[in-house]
């Protein structure tokens, strides 16, 4: 048994790891056959692509995806802790399987992501659900099958979380989502402790993976015939730092860019880590995506500071800048929190100040929620619940102003989009993404998913755009 320490998780000294290749033990090898695996994802992008992995892992095991929980013999969820509402999300569905689990004691119930490497969590778990079967960490996922293997036999809570970085494993076995589109990751971990963030404790010290594991990596998804690509990274800006003297995100984009897969795209930047370099690669190569997701969270140069972002308002705004006038279909995306500890009106309209300056194309916006652990949470918290909920609506109400401008200027525009399906709510559109990462719906026949098509934009909403198959 492994518990999660956060003193160990918070070590950035220099990191030793190993690139090694993933390896199942034939004797697990369909050992479950005819089993079947529900898989509940929270959070980002990263946990998405981890779900990825997992679900190949259980199928190698010869478990099949089962997506009625109800119906699953193994059951597991892999969470997120950047929010109290992702917490609360997990616990209360761990609550439902509770009471399936009481009258089933032979469904296997397990816990990963990031809420499994959080000390409280896991101390919760052991009192007051000691009914769940295993737990296992961010750093170690590679051995879920031996985890979930050693839980099934010997019916004992398994508990297998490093709170160190393991190391890099290669060619795990993975079940993409989508035949179109896929997720790269390049970098594990953060360095940058943000006061109210937990990711660095849950994920670990930043450490890039090979330029060549990823370029090989790129090249096969390529000639299976994906036409795009994001590269993942908890602060992907960061990428090539613990690895090489010169070779860092910008050249990694013009490798891949130059193997002329239609689309690029990369999340989640930190503006301190944001190069020239990448400047440059995102202006000369028009296959890396106008569509930057670049949080700000404060407009205010003082709780900016409180926050540990390293970097002022004023720097912010330079580069958005000059991303803006690289491309000049660049769209820009942000994380903004509202109701930080100590945030006056003053710096709170400092914010609103930032936001009519940017005009986002996007924007996710949070009211503050203490994480564990975190200094933030030590902080005196002076701004009522009642405060800066009125803040958020003010917030959003600009925002979203902002969002349908944009989305209008598109009107009578061509855009070319990556066709994803059939429209959720018509099932006589399709829908698909812009380049600037705009969602459309629109009509048109003999439209073929996971194909780039041009469509002529005919109306704009909030939150997307309509339009129809354009033909010359």
């Given at each position: 048994m492994h518990l999660p320490n956060y003193k160990e998780a918070k070590k950035r000294e220099k990191v030793e790891y190993q690139t090694l290749d993933y390896n199942l033990k034939k004797e697990l090898k369909n050992k479950y056959c005819g089993k079947k695996y529900f898989l509940k994802t929270y959070g980002c992008q990263m946990n998405e692509h981890d779900s990825e992995n997992i679900k190949a892992m259980l199928e190698e095991l010869g478990f099949i995806e089962e997506n009625d929980y109800r119906q699953a013999d193994l059951l597991l969820l892999n969470t997120c802790s950047i929010r109290e509402n992702a917490h609360n999300k997990a616990f209360g569905m761990l609550g439902r399987i509770q009471n399936l689990k009481e009258k089933n004691r032979n469904i296997v119930v397990g816990l990963c992501g990031c809420m499994a490497q959080e000390e409280g969590v896991v101390e919760k778990i052991q009192k007051k659900y000691k009914w769940l079967n295993f737990v296992i960490g961010t750093h170690n996922l590679y051995q879920l099958?031996?985890?979930?293997?050693?839980?099934?036999?010997?019916?004992?809570?398994?508990?297998?979380?490093?709170?160190?970085?393991?190391?890099?494993?290669?060619?795990?076995?993975?079940?993409?989502?989508?035949?179109?589109?896929?997720?790269?990751?390049?970098?594990?971990?953060?360095?940058?402790?943000?006061?109210?963030?937990?990711?660095?404790?849950?994920?670990?010290?930043?450490?890039?993976?090979?330029?060549?594991?990823?370029?090989?990596?790129?090249?096969?998804?390529?000639?299976?015939?994906?036409?795009?690509?994001?590269?993942?990274?908890?602060?992907?800006?960061?990428?090539?730092?613990?690895?090489?003297?010169?070779?860092?995100?910008?050249?990694?984009?013009?490798?891949?860019?130059?193997?002329?897969?239609?689309?690029?795209?990369?999340?989640?930047?930190?503006?301190?880590?944001?190069?020239?370099?990448?400047?440059?690669?995102?202006?000369?190569?028009?296959?890396?995506?106008?569509?930057?997701?670049?949080?700000?969270?404060?407009?205010?140069?003082?709780?900016?500071?409180?926050m540990g972002r390293r970097y002022t308002k004023e720097s912010y705004l330079e580069l958005f800048d000059k991303l803006k006038n690289i491309r000049k279909e660049m769209a820009i995306s942000t994380d903004i929190i509202v109701g930080f500890p100590g945030e006056s009106e003053e710096d709170f309209q400092e914010t609103l100040d930032l936001v009519e300056y940017c005009q986002y194309d996007n924007a996710f916006t949070f009211i503050y929620s203490p994480r564990e652990n975190t200094p933030a949470a030590n902080l005196s918290d002076d701004v009522s619940l009642n405060e800066k909920e009125k803040r958020l609506y003010r917030l959003n109400e600009m925002v979203n102003q902002y969002f349908l401008k944009n989305n209008k200027n598109q009107i009578g525009q061509v855009q070319k989009v990556l066709v994803e399906g059939k429209s959720l709510k018509n099932n006589n559109m399709y829908f698909g993404y812009t380049e600037s990462n705009k969602l459309v719906n629109f009509t048109g026949a003999n439209v073929e998913v996971g194909t780039i098509i041009e469509v002529k934009i005919t109306d704009a909403k909030t939150w997307s755009l309509d339009g129809e198959l354009y033909e010359r």
């Open positions: 099958p031996q985890v979930v293997d050693s839980a099934i036999t010997n019916r004992n809570q398994e508990i297998e979380v490093y709170s160190h970085n393991l190391d890099i494993v290669e060619n795990a076995p993975v079940i993409r989502d989508k035949s179109y589109k896929a997720y790269v990751n390049i970098i594990y971990g953060c360095n940058k402790f943000c006061t109210y963030c937990i990711v660095p404790y849950t994920r670990g010290s930043e450490r890039s993976r090979r330029k060549e594991d990823i370029l090989k990596e790129i090249a096969d998804l390529i000639n299976d015939g994906y036409q795009e690509v994001t590269l993942l990274g908890q602060n992907v800006n960061a990428y090539g730092k613990d690895l090489y003297e010169d070779y860092g995100l910008g050249e990694l984009l013009e490798d891949i860019a130059k193997m002329n897969i239609p689309r690029i795209r990369f999340v989640t930047s930190h503006p301190w880590d944001f190069t020239d370099k990448m400047i440059e690669k995102i202006g000369k190569y028009e296959n890396i995506m106008p569509s930057i997701h670049l949080p700000v969270q404060s407009g205010s140069n003082t709780i900016l500071k409180r």
